[in-house]
């Protein structure tokens, strides 16, 4: 059974930089595409970002296109979001997706798996 566990986040101010990690175990990693998604209080969940599977094509949400990076080590079976020039509006819940089939996505539907999230909290 394929698990993915998020880790990294925690409260930042604004203007800052905080790298999440996931790392995914019960599976053949490099056959996955995987996505980060967040979800802000009272609020539905977000597309971040995704990447393939060989970790050279990114795509990402306007709202953090050109401050978030997703990178992956499929040495360590592991996805990295580096955040940086955070803002408050970024304060969320981050979670990350794995799937097995089909192409990289947006939507959450197409997603198999999920890990538990990991909060992140922008504040002054």
């Known amino acids: 059974q394929v698990q993915l566990v998020e880790s990294g986040g925690g409260s930042v101010q604004p203007g800052d930089s905080l790298r999440l990690s996931c790392v995914f175990s019960?599976?053949?990693?490099?056959?996955?595409?995987l996505a980060w998604f967040r979800q802000a209080p009272g609020k539905e969940r977000e597309f971040v970002g995704t990447?393939?599977?060989?970790?050279?094509?990114?795509n990402y949400a306007d709202s953090v296109k050109g401050r978030f990076t997703i990178s992956r080590d499929n040495s360590k079976n592991t996805v990295y979001l580096q955040m940086n020039s955070l803002k408050p509006e970024d304060t969320a819940v981050y979670y990350c997706?794995?799937?097995?089939?089909?192409?990289?996505?947006?939507?959450?539907?197409?997603?198999?798996?999920w890990g538990q999230g990991t909060q992140v909290t922008v504040s002054s």
């Open positions: 019960g599976g053949t990693f490099t056959t996955y595409r």
């Open positions: 990447i393939s599977r060989g970790g050279v094509t990114t």
């Open positions: 997706a794995a799937r097995s089939f089909g192409l990289s996505s947006p939507r959450e539907s197409d997603y198999n798996y």
